[in-house]
């Protein structure tokens, strides 16, 4: 799994946007890929989850052969985002 924590969204520097979508991703770590806060779901047509980070926008993710967290997507209806993650240690 990734250890980081994100500091940069591209143009989303609202700073409970930031909270929510670092909680997400602890919460994924902690309780796996289907389980815990933002009613996490298994997308339909392609390999990869969803977890709700507002009313409007969602996290969309995948995890790789390695075990490695993938963020592919996290705001609108699945339009992509930068990230820039700062991994800890």
Not at 37 to 53: D, M, N, Q, T, V
Request: with cysteine; glycine share 10%; proline share 1%.
């Amino acid at each position: 799994m990734m250890a980081g924590q994100i500091i940069y969204i591209g143009n989303l520097k609202i700073k409970k946007t930031l909270k929510r979508i670092n909680e997400l991703i602890k919460d994924i770590e902690r309780n796996g890929v289907l389980n815990g806060i933002g009613k996490p779901e298994a997308l339909k047509y392609r390999k990869g989850f969803s977890r709700r980070i507002d009313e409007t926008n969602k996290l969309v993710y995948a995890i790789d052969e390695n075990g490695v967290l993938w963020i592919i997507s996290c705001r609108g209806h699945y339009k992509n985002c930068f990230l820039l993650i700062k991994k800890s240690g």
